[in-house]
């Protein structure tokens, strides 16, 4: 790789390196067949509007990740049977979180190779969101660790967020760059901060992570398609 004018370069971990979205959507679907068992009569449109709404209600209190999904899907089940769900489907939802935090770790195609080519030339972060052991535990399974050379897991990814990460690292804003499949988390707060910025979209994501970008922010990021891109667009920086 070119030399470039960056001192460090972060990845987004879940739907950037390894699948994660494909998870949560096969859980709606268990959540509302327990919910229509227990009498629940609702689309599951209608039942995964109700689930987001809870979801980014809570967010302030919970967080991102399962352990805050898992709740809200409690949540849920208590407002849509009016108090009447049964330890049965309760019992079903925690089986489901558990299933989740365990579950098989895959890999999008052509991580560990692009990894492994951008760490031998700069320092390289994991910046998640979500559960500081479920994050953990995944970067371990993931055989991804020893890429990294720092790890970040917060609780939400905006502007203060990656000032605060950046001072506690001593990095100048417009040395810094950041990889990631959500406009909302990994793009928009980074360009804000003054950073540089990689968006790989992802064919399945959460509806709270869509964002627009402002006028102002174009030619401080960047759109690719697949994940070998990377090298490419911190050659084109390399190259101004």
Known sequence: MDEMPLDL?????????WHNERSFVAARQRFAALLANAGV??????????????????????GYGVSSFALSMVETAIALTGGR?????????????????TEEIELFPRVPEVLAVVASAYPVMLITKGDLLHQTSKLDRSGLSDHFKFVEVVSH???PTYERILRRYDIAPDRFLMIGNTLRSDVLPVV????????IPSALSWSHEHADMPPETHGRWFEISAFEQVVEIIDRLAQG
Not at 9 to 17: E, K, P, R, S, Y
Not at 85 to 101: F, H, N, P, W, Y
Not at 192 to 199: I, L, M, N, T
């Open 9 to 17: 370069i972060a990845f987004d971990g879940d739907d950037t390196l």
């Open 41 to 62: 009569a609702m689309t599951e449109e209608e039942l995964d509007d109700h689930v987001n709404r809870t979801e980014v209600a809570n967010l302030r209190y919970y």
């Open 192 to 199: 804000q901060a003054g950073g540089w910025a990689v968006h």
């Open 85 to 101: 769900v049964r330890g049965t489907e309760l019992s079903g939802i925690i089986d489901l979180a558990k299933e989740m935090l």
């Open 157 to 159: 990814k905006d502007v």
